[in-house]
């Protein structure tokens, strides 16, 4: 057997094995996270209650994408910026944690981006990205 017909089922078996472990660990969605300020009662999903906001104030909107009918309530999902228009906006090391207490579309604040996949609070996006950008790309996971 020639060297050649050695190395490549070696290096084809290899590509394949890096190729399965890469698949395996991206089990995130990638879209876009505006931000919304106060005020941010009442929700779609709890009105006024005051207990649906974390005393972390990482909460969001669910942006149509993920909004399903109104299941998304009370979801939570990780989440994290991964590029922006300009330059330096990101915190990619950052990931916060935020719970769905309302719908983007219906909030009664505005959003920062219209047709963002998730609205972050003020809070929430600020932990990832600098506050002044309107959007961001984000990558994204339900808990």
Not at 24 to 31: L, N, W, Y
Request: aromatic fraction near 8%.
């Amino acid at each position: 057997m020639s060297r050649l017909q050695q190395v490549v089922p070696r290096c084809l078996s290899s590509i394949l094995i890096l190729a399965v472990l890469l698949l395996r660990q991206s089990h995130a969605d990638v879209g876009t996270a505006g931000h919304y300020d106060p005020p941010y009662t009442p929700t779609a999903c709890f009105g006024y209650d005051p207990l649906q906001f974390p005393s972390s104030f990482l909460f969001a909107a669910a942006g149509e994408g993920i909004w399903d009918n109104g299941a998304a309530c009370g979801r939570q999902y990780w989440v994290r910026c991964i590029s922006a228009d300009r330059p330096k906006t990101c915190n990619p090391a950052q990931l916060v944690q935020v719970r769905i207490v309302d719908r983007a579309l219906s909030a009664v604040s505005r959003s920062s981006s219209d047709r963002a996949t998730i609205v972050l609070s003020k809070t929430a996006f600020e932990a990832i990205a600098n506050p002044s950008a309107s959007s961001v790309n984000v990558e994204f996971v339900q808990v």
